[in-house]
């Protein structure tokens, strides 16, 4: 476990007053280690969970050759390129039994898809491209099959004794299948993570609490929630904390002793009343950081006692985009996932945007596909730090890299989707 004056030392160019969106990610990298623990889970309840370790496949999956399509099979070598092949049709076998008989030159088998291949047989002429003869027989015109068409391979989805998903593999509804066509029922997975998160400040409200001048109703504890209930993460709600050193080493203290991480939320910008920082200070190893972005320049990062701290700045979308960009792949990390970031999609931007080159700008964006089938992006309106509005409008953020300047209508820019595509 490194100290952050450690990880520090191992950055080039390491600036907590101006750090660019890649350092941080490259030090969160650093900082943060995968959970240990693994329990069982039944499939039905694995998904999005991150498996434990890689899963051999018990069996070959198709288990047998087999019939892609409902026709007739036979042995593929028979194929004349010139000629009509006739054949006598002696049985039929379906899928789920294997059919018993053997099946000779001149002959075929009429099959079902999904049905296992008699030994011998390699090849299946779909029922449609067969013409019916008389006496029982079938004839296939030249020039339509080749040896081994329509034919599933024994494995060819996966073999006996490979692995079939890698360990860090979050579970997607395909990779739960595929646990599935091995007739596995069980799966070892990384326990949840736990996170606990608090919002700090005097002027906080809970939604529901009667209105008072100058305060503001808590957001970001609901926006954090959801954030992490979409990652699959358990959750320790801690509640609103005062600017009060007492109660403030209190929270700290309880969700270091519960969760793996603590996200905070305010209290951390320059002019703060200090409590909430010099109590990170006083508790933990915790560096404090000017990231070269926007919004959500201030964060505080490091470690009280065995959990990993990300204190964020106040403002609600500052909060979203702070999490989105760093703090999800670092949970993700610590969650025993390997999966690389979702890709950026590049789309045009429908409008010119002012950008300053030496920052990471992320702007609320609605990408749209356009009648040519090409995606378009369109801001969301009020890029305010604490306008929520115009992120419920947005379906991605606009990554305005760090060295980018202004943007001019159509030109692309790369966009990071709040949600994967499935
Ligand atoms: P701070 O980072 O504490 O200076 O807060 C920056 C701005 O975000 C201030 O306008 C705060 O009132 C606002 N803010 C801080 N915490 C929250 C919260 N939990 N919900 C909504 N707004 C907040
Ligand atoms: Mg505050």
Not at 116 to 143: H, Y
Not at 251 to 278: C, H, L, N, P, Q
Not at 381 to 398: D, E, I, P, R
Request: one cysteine or more; a neutral charge; glycine letters at 10%.
């Amino acid at each position: 476990m490194k100290s952050i004056a450690e990880i520090a030392a191992q950055l080039q160019g390491y600036d907590p007053q101006a750090l660019s969106a890649a350092a941080v990610n490259d030090f969160l990298a650093r900082l943060v280690e995968p959970v240990q623990e693994t329990e069982n889970v039944a499939l039905f309840d694995a998904l999005d969970r991150v498996l434990a370790h890689d899963l051999v496949s018990p069996i070959s999956v198709p288990p047998h050759d087999n019939s892609a399509m409902d026709g007739y099979a036979f042995d593929g070598s028979q194929l004349k390129p010139d000629a009509e092949l006739s054949l006598a049709v002696v049985g039929t076998a379906l899928a789920g039994k294997a059919w018993q008989g053997r099946v000779g030159p001149g002959q075929c088998l009429k099959i079902m898809t999904g049905a296992i291949m008699p030994a011998g047989l390699n090849t299946v002429v779909p029922q449609e491209l067969t013409r019916s003869a008389a006496d029982g027989r079938i004839a296939i015109p030249p020039g339509l099959l080749r040896p081994g068409d329509n034919r599933r391979l024994k494995g060819e989805d996966l073999q006996a004794g490979t692995p079939a998903l890698r360990r860090g593999e979050r579970l997607s509804p395909a990779a739960c299948g595929l646990v599935a066509s091995l007739g596995i029922a069980t799966v070892a997975v990384m326990r949840r993570l736990r996170v606990a998160y608090f919002s700090t400040g005097d002027e906080i409200l809970s939604a529901g609490d009667a209105p008072r001048e100058g305060a503001v109703y808590d957001s970001n504890r609901h926006t954090t929630f959801g954030l992490l209930r979409r990652l699959g993460c358990e959750v320790i709600d801690v509640g609103i904390v005062r600017d009060d050193p007492a109660r403030l080493e209190d929270a700290f203290r309880d969700a270091a002793a519960r969760a793996d991480a603590i996200i905070t939320s305010g209290g951390v910008s320059v002019g703060e009343a200090d409590y909430t920082k010099a109590m990170m200070k006083k508790l933990g190893d915790v560096a404090f950081w000017k990231i070269a972005m926007r919004p959500g320049r201030p964060m505080a990062v490091g470690r009280i006692g065995p959990a990993i701290l990300f204190g964020l700045p106040g403002n609600p979308v500052a909060v979203m985009v702070t999490f989105l960009a760093f703090v999800r792949p670092a949970l993700l990390r610590m969650m025993g996932c390997t999966a690389d970031p979702l890709p950026l999609l590049k789309a045009r931007s429908q409008e010119p945007i002012r950008k300053k080159a030496g920052r990471t700008e992320y702007q609320r964006g609605r990408v749209t596909t356009a009648a040519d089938g090409s995606l378009h992006v369109r801001t969301t309106g009020n890029q305010g730090s604490g306008v929520l509005s115009s992120m419920v409008q947005a379906n991605g953020l606009l990554v305005l890299h760090h060295q980018q300047g202004n943007v001019a209508v159509g030109d692309e820019v790369d966009v990071m989707m709040f949600e994967g595509v499935i």
